[in-house]
C-alpha cells in the first residue's frame, strides 16, 4: 500500500489525521532527542500491572534489557514509517499474542486487551509530545492536538480494537491524569527499569576498573538526571525516586538550551539527527528529513 492509498484510508476514520512526510508524528517520533526523555516510556507501561505482569513473566526484560529494546524498536518504527504500516502493526501485534496469564491476585491479563494495549501505545505518543515540547520546541496546543490525531491513525494499524480510547487530545490528557493517579503501581519491572539511576551502572566488562573509576561517576549522574528527570512527578513519587526543586532547575535549564539549540541541530545531515528506519521513508517518498 503506497502513502497516499494509506493517506485515503486514514482520513476516513473519525478524528484521525493520516501519517507520512508532512506529519508530526513522521517529524519528531524518530529524532534522536527523544533519547533525552530517557526510557519514560518504557518505565510508564511497566507501572500499569497488568502490563508489567506481561513483561517479567514473558520478556527477557531481567536478562537481556538493552537487547529487548533494540527488538522491539525497529517493528514499532516500521508501523510508523514502514511502506506498508498496517501489514507491520499487524506484526508487532502478533507478537503479543501469546502473552496472557494471572496476575498475583489471580485476574487474568492478556496484552491483546485493547485497554492494555491502548496504554502501551499511549506512552509513546505522551513521550513524543514531552520530549519534543521539552528539548526541541515549544509545541502549540494545535500542534498537540495534530500529533494525538496522527496517533489515532497510528494505533489503527496494529488492528487492535479502539473502543473506549481517546478520540480527542482533551480526551487523552484526562485519560493520562487518570492512569497517573489511579491506575499505576511500582511495578518490580518498572522498579529494575529505573534502578541503576539511583545505584550506579555495574562495570561494563570490556571498561578497564582504572578507567572505569574515572568515568562512572559523570556516566551515573548524567543517567540519573536524564531517567528520573525525564519522570512525571507522579510516576516519581511512586517509584520512590529522588528529586528536589534544585535538580529540577537544572533540568529545565538544559531543557532550555536544547531547545534554544534546535535551530543548530537542524542543519546537520540527516543520519546524525533521525533514527536510519525513518530516513530510509523520507527517501521512499522522495523528501529530504
Known amino acids: ?16 489525521l493520516p501519517l507520512g512526510p508532512d506529519s508530526l508524528v513522521w517529524r519528531y517520533f524518530a529524532d534522536n532527542r527523544m533519547a533525552l526523555l530517557g526510557p519514560r516510556a518504557a518505565v510508564l507501561q511497566n507501572m500499569l500491572p497488568s ?38 502493526g499487524h506484526e508487532v501485534r502478533d507478537f503479543h499474542q501469546h502473552i496472557k496469564g494471572k496476575l498475583p491476585d489471580g485476574r487474568p491479563y492478556s496484552a491483546l486487551n485493547p485497554d492494555t494495549y491502548y496504554w502501551a501505545h499511549a506512552t509513546f505518543v505522551e513521550h513524543t509530545i514531552t520530549a519534543t515540547d521539552t528539548f526541541i520546541k515549544r509545541l502549540s496546543d494545535a500542534e498537540k492536538e495534530q500529533l494525538f490525531r496522527e496517533s489515532i491513525t497510528w494505533f489503527s494499524r496494529y488492528g487492535v480494537s479502539a473502543v473506549g480510547t481517546p478520540q480527542t487530545y482533551a480526551e487523552f490528557q484526562e485519560y493520562w491524569r487518570h492512569a ?4 499505576l503501581v511500582a511495578h518490580r ?11 550506579g551502572w555495574p562495570r561494563p566488562k570490556r571498561v578497564p576498573a582504572p578507567v572505569w573509576f574515572v568515568i562512572k561517576r559523570p556516566i551515573n549522574a548524567l543517567s540519573s538526571a536524564i531517567t528520573i528527570g525525564g519522570m512525571p512527578a507522579e510516576g516519581r513519587e511512586i517509584l520512590g525516586l529522588p528529586w528536589d526543586e534544585k535538580r529540577e532547575r537544572r533540568y529545565q535549564r538544559f531543557a532550555a538550551v536544547s531547545r534554544a539549540l534546535n535551530p543548530v541541530y537542524a542543519k546537520l545531515p540527516g543520519t546524525l539527527r533521525m533514527h536510519p528506519i525513518a530516513l530510509r521513508a523520507y527517501r521512499r517518498e522522495g523528501r529530504v528529513a
Open 51 to 88: 502490563l508489567g505482569q506481561g513483561v517479567e513473566d514473558h520478556s527477557v526484560w531481567f536478562a537481556e534489557t538493552l537487547a529487548r529494546l533494540q527488538r522491539s524498536i525497529p517493528p514499532i518504527f516500521n508501523t510508523v514509517y514502514g511502506a506498508d504500516g498496517p501489514a507491520a
Open 180 to 183: 497517573l493517579a489511579e491506575r
Open 1 to 16: 500500500m503506497s502513502i497516499a492509498q494509506e493517506q485515503s484510508a486514514d482520513v476516513s476514520r473519525p478524528g484521525s
Open 189 to 199: 519491572t518498572a522498579a529494575y527499569g529505573v534502578g541503576y539511576a539511583t545505584k
